[in-house]
């Protein structure tokens, strides 16, 4: 590995940090110089697909929302890496796929123990 | 290698068991499976140096020790559970498995060859930490404990994290040998870098072991946790901490040691003074035993600041002496607090202790020898952890620092025989406190193994 980078062989990094932050900041303020702007009651609502406005959004929410979602983003990232694996199937070879087994089976046992435990039993 | 393998699988073994109808088979099916992990452990015993993972984790004898050392603890502190069978809000199941799981932790921080694994071992260990300190969850304190560790400790990862890099970013490597590689090469023209990413990391892994200025957190965390989990984070979380110090600076950063001593030799001195002097003014023996183990961070801090050969064993021996120390303390603690328990909660000040000895004598003497030891009063384990510590220290000529450690050790004494004159001056009325059977050998063992090592150290340096 190259370990000896020259300060300037950065120069590209910061050209697209300052292109990405000249852009937003252009756009910003070339919109609120041409756009219109009207203000009234009606447009300073909060819009929810026409419907009226219910009440505050700090309600509490019933826990099974948040255990469901974190359950989704947890298996959901898991199966992301079957997709390398997937791609290098063939020069992982033999090994790769008894390691990838032995992933999914650990990966099935907490999805097990989530259906005993009725984590996803949304009625009780 | 075994336990780990062994420890995952039984750990979700563990947790299917928990579905049966009887919650009585897993105690015993959780220390059987600690025996059949440190029967595993001493499979490799004979086999000298052994690398697995392409590299990233090595077993041999000194990692072997330090493991056995965290079974053992465990093992113990597993036993005083009981099986959780007093706590009707008890998840008992998932108690045992997230403490399995912990284990596997903090094996992989004691072997990692490989700052990736030592990565993977601490956020192991941590995370199964944050659940248990959360796990009295009517309680508020225990809540609030576990919402300050689990923000203060991903903060320290996302540090340790960012030196990891660094490290990468200067030497091109994540190995161990990579580094020390890098190191030995570049001694003469120092990388900024590399030494930059040495302090983020040594910040994270210090803020494990409740190192000060980075020991905030402790006094909370061990006073709100569930007393049997705070006695596994100060036994079992230190030792594997003090064990991947150990192995990143003696391994990787040996040759520039020039560096790093004079940093370390600060954050002792600190730790020793915050530890011991703000220990005095407790009044909860919990909190104390808190302060208690901040201190001895800072014992075992001298070790590794002066980072002789005699290192090795000191940390060994002190952190086997100060594990079966704290266990039999917080055995102690436990039923004596659920005895004078104030408005449904343990009481955990030191009135608690008052006249225990009358009516308890086996407590009193457990707790007294326990105390003795942390103290590091001769005939006990705690007495050569010190001598030896000091006598690495002295390898080294930190004579100033010994000083600074001998001054406090005096500060020492007074709290810890606090709690004894607690015990057997004080007036009170302590009933006889009933106790398992199997409770009552683990204590009696911690204290007998206490008292061993304390007449004949050799025996521990012999059985290496």
């Known amino acids: ?124 | 290698m075994y336990p780990i393998v062994l420890l995952s699988v039984l750990g979700i073994v563990v947790l299917y068991l928990g579905f049966l109808k009887s919650k009585s088979i897993l105690l015993p099916a959780t220390l059987l499976f600690l025996v059949v992990a440190m029967i595993g452990n001493f499979f490799e015993w004979n086999d000298g140096e052994l690398l697995y993972f392409k590299g990233m984790f090595a077993v041999n004898k000194l990692t072997l020790t330090f493991n056995a050392i965290v079974l053992f603890s465990a093992f113990m502190i597993v036993a005083m559970t009981q099986g959780f069978q007093d706590n009707e809000e008890a998840q008992p199941a998932e108690y045992f498995a997230l403490m399995l799981f912990s284990l596997v932790g903090a094996f992989m921080m004691i072997g990692f060859e490989n700052l990736i694994m030592l990565f993977l071992g601490v956020e192991i260990l941590s995370v199964a930490m944050y659940v248990l300190t959360g796990s009295d969850k009517r309680n508020l304190r225990s809540n609030e404990a576990a919402l300050k560790y689990f923000l203060m400790g991903a903060f320290a990862t996302g540090i340790m994290l960012f030196g990891i890099a660094l490290l990468y970013g200067a030497s091109g490597s994540f190995s161990l040998n990579g580094i020390e590689s890098f190191v030995t090469l570049n001694q003469r023209s120092p990388s900024y870098l590399l030494y930059a990413g040495l302090l983020l990391v040594l910040i994270g892994m210090l803020f494990k072991v409740s190192a000060a200025p980075f020991h905030f957190w402790t006094p909370d965390v061990y006073d709100g946790a569930p007393s049997i989990f705070t006695a596994f984070m100060a036994t079992i979380v230190k030792t594997a901490g003090f064990a991947a110090l150990f192995r990143l600076l003696s391994h990787s950063f040996s040759g520039i040691y020039d560096f790093w001593w004079p940093t370390l030799s600060i954050l002792t001195v600190l730790t020793l003074l915050v530890g011991n002097i703000i220990a005095v003014y407790q009044d909860s023996f919990k909190r104390m035993l808190a302060y208690s183990s901040i201190s001895h961070a800072g014992y075992l801090l001298i070790a590794l600041t002066s980072m002789t050969k005699q290192t090795e064993n000191a940390i060994l021996f002190y952190s086997m002496a100060y594990s079966f120390a704290t266990i039999c303390a917080f055995g102690v603690l436990i039923p004596v607090a659920r005895e004078k328990s104030l408005e449904g909660r343990p009481n955990e000040s030191y009135e608690a202790f008052n006249g225990l000895a009358k009516n308890n004598p086996l407590l009193a003497f457990v707790l007294t020898v326990s105390m003795l030891s942390l103290a590091g009063i001769p005939l006990t384990a705690g007495f050569w952890g010190k001598f030896f510590v000091f006598s690495s220290a002295v390898e080294r000529e930190l004579v100033w620092m010994i000083i600074v450690a001998v001054l406090m050790s005096a500060v020492g004494i007074y709290y810890y025989f606090r709690v004894i004159m607690a015990a057997y001056m004080k007036e009170g009325d302590t009933a006889t406190i009933r106790i398992a059977p199997f409770y009552k050998i683990v204590l009696i063992a911690a204290t007998l193994l206490t008292i061993l090592f304390g007449l004949a150290p050799g025996l521990f340096e012999a059985a290496m």
């Open chain 1, 1 to 124: 590995m190259n370990t000896n980078y020259l300060p300037s062989d950065f120069l590209p990094i910061i050209v697209q940090f300052v292109l990405a932050a000249a852009f937003i900041v252009v756009t910003m303020i070339v919109t609120h110089r041409i756009g219109p702007s009207r203000k009234s009651k009606a447009k300073d609502d909060p819009f929810e697909c026409g419907i009226e406005v219910v009440g505050n959004a700090r309600t509490p929410i019933s826990v099974k929302y948040f255990l469901v979602a974190i359950l989704f983003v947890l298996f959901d990232v898991e199966v992301i890496f079957m997709y390398p694996w997937a791609v290098n199937f063939k020069k992982l070879g033999m090994l790769g796929f008894i390691e990838m087994v032995l992933f999914m089976a650990l990966l099935l046992a907490g999805f097990y123990y989530i259906l005993r435990k009725g984590v996803l039993k949304w009625e009780e």
